[in-house]
């Protein structure tokens, strides 16, 4: 209860007003933000303010002694005269005191959400007093919420990625569809499982490792790791993972792509430049042919000549045993000396893995110009050979590099054949190169390439031949680009083409 009012007359003190009750009353109504409306015990309105004015839509003259459920749309329009009447009966309260989420109805026809509060007023007449709030933007932002909500949830469900949350354990809270598929496993199972469990045992510590790095850079990091399936098969996969603190806790959100398809294509692609290396053996072997003819040819005859001999001695009766046994020992040598022969094609020839290993250019150099040697005589083809001592060793496929070489060479044979042969001269030099790279190349006295043709030199089936097959240098590009090098053309000072290759020197193998 007010106590006695103050001394003096304060303003807005009238003689209907003693106090200013009404005056303060009103003051607080009209600043008041929520709709303010009073009711007697019949539903009729006698207090609307300003803010319910602007709520509903109507002044307060229009509503004032009015029923208060012109306010409320159906069904509660026609029930709220039994809601009254029944709790001035019974005196159970459905929603006086409690407040809750209802709808109002505005002049206009329209229906909004609100919150209402209700307080009675017991005088010496019953007064019914509810407090408004209009909250349609907070049912819109809620609505705008949970549809930017749902598209997201949409976005992730169908990324091509696998996508997780997890915990600052890596516990795994959160993830969709692609993710459950890469592991093999059920939304269910994988809440709550540690992320580690989920990869190769030999990868757990890169999983470690990233959430440390994470945590202390807050930097996405990619990592190559294997997810163990169930079936106990593994999943190649890169992981993306960065992580942020949300609500004071920390957060991993982490990207997993399959990698198995990209991987099998890889495979693939290797696979295939491994197979035309063969072929592009084979048809070196094709180009040389008749030089090798010629080489094995030479012990051949002698072969025939020396049995020839050694019959003639028999059939004379023989007196020299020497003789003899020198004809045989004469056979024994050229056809050891043909098998040789024989031997070093087959072993070029032969389809083998591709290995990398620490390769000593210049002992590959060398080993090509001794294989290549028979072919060479036979083209009257001089070498000169200018090889960098002490080079580093490359990380590479030693019988393939041997195959670049041999291209190279057999292009410069080519293409000096309207060179007299006096002036056949292959030059092939090593060197280091800038960086921490190997260069080697191989230089003709020949025509060159015509600028033109520069472009096109090293793409598939790019023949200026009449027999060429264009894939020597396409095939020689390849192999070098699979060891990381590099392969071009250049022309020869005074004439004559340069063909080069740069390869990057091998990383010393670290022990710990
Ligand atoms: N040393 C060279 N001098 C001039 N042209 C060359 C040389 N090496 C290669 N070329 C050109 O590059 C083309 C492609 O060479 P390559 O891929 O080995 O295929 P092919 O030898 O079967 O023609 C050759 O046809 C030739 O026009
Ligand atoms: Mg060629």
Not at 161 to 186: H, K, Q, S, W, Y
């Amino acid at each position: 209860m007010p106590g006695a009012p103050p001394e003096g007359t304060p303003a807005g003190t009238t003689q209907q007003d003693p106090g200013g009750y009404r005056a303060r009353f009103e003051a607080a109504l009209n600043a008041m933000v929520d709709g303010l409306i009073i009711i007697d015990q019949w539903g009729r309105i006698e207090v609307f303010n300003p803010a319910a004015e602007r709520i509903f839509g109507y002044r307060a003259a229009e509503v004032i002694g009015r029923n208060v459920k012109m306010l409320m749309p159906e069904p509660w329009q026609g029930e709220h005269d039994r809601y009254l009447r029944n709790y001035l009966r019974t005196g159970v309260p459905r929603i006086i005191g409690i407040g809750r989420e209802a709808q109002g109805l505005r002049k206009d026809g329209t229906v909004f959400p609100l919150d209402i509060a209700i307080g009675e007023a017991r005088g010496e007449r019953m007064q019914f007093v509810g407090i408004v709030r209009d909250i349609s933007w907070r049912k819109n932002a809620e609505a705008a919420i949970r549809a930017r909500e749902a598209e997201l949830r949409l976005i992730i469900d169908n990324a091509p990625a696998g996508i997780f949350m997890a915990d600052g354990l890596c516990r795994i809270r959160t993830v969709n569809p692609e993710f459950c598929r890469l592991c093999g496993r059920a939304q269910g199972v994988l809440l709550g499982m540690h992320f580690a469990d989920l990869v190769a045992a030999e990868d757990r510590g890169i999983v470690d490792e990233m959430r440390q790095a994470a945590q202390r850079a807050s930097q996405p990091d990619t990592q190559d790791v294997r997810i163990r399936r169930p079936d106990g098969g593994l999943t190649p996969c890169s992981l993306h993972c960065s992580y942020t603190v949300q609500d004071g806790q920390p957060l991993f959100v982490a990207q997993v792509l399959d990698r198995s398809s990209e991987l099998m294509m890889e495979q693939q692609v290797r696979e295939q430049r491994d197979r035309l290396a063969h072929v592009g053996r084979l048809s070196t072997m094709g180009e040389m042919a008749s030089g090798i003819a010629h080489e094995i040819t030479q012990p051949l005859t002698a072969i025939a000549t020396y049995a020839q001999a050694a019959r003639r001695m028999l059939a004379r009766g023989a007196q020299g045993a020497q003789d003899f046994e020198e004809a045989l020992e004469q056979i024994a040598r050229q056809a050891e000396r043909a098998g040789d022969i024989i031997q070093r094609l087959r072993g070029f020839m032969r389809r083998e893995e591709i290995r990398s290993e620490l390769v000593d250019i210049n002992e590959q150099l060398r080993a090509v110009i001794r294989f290549a040697d028979v072919d060479l005589r036979h083209h009257y083809t001089r070498v000169e050979l200018a090889l960098a001592p002490d080079l580093p060793p490359v990380q590479a496929d030693a019988v393939q590099l041997q195959q670049v070489a041999l291209n190279f060479i057999r292009n410069a044979v080519d293409a000096m054949a309207e060179v007299p042969p006096g002036e056949r001269v292959i030059a092939i030099r090593s060197a280091r190169g800038p960086g921490a790279a190997i260069e080697f190349s191989v230089t003709d006295r020949g025509p060159g390439v015509s600028p033109g043709d520069v472009e096109r030199l090293f793409a598939p089936f790019f023949t200026t031949k009449a027999h060429g097959i264009g894939l020597g240098l396409s095939i020689s590009g390849s192999i070098v680009a699979a060891f990381g090098g590099r392969t071009w053309y250049s022309e020869h000072e005074g004439g004559g083409a340069e063909f080069h290759v740069s390869l990057p020197v091998a990383q010393p193998v670290e022990h710990e």
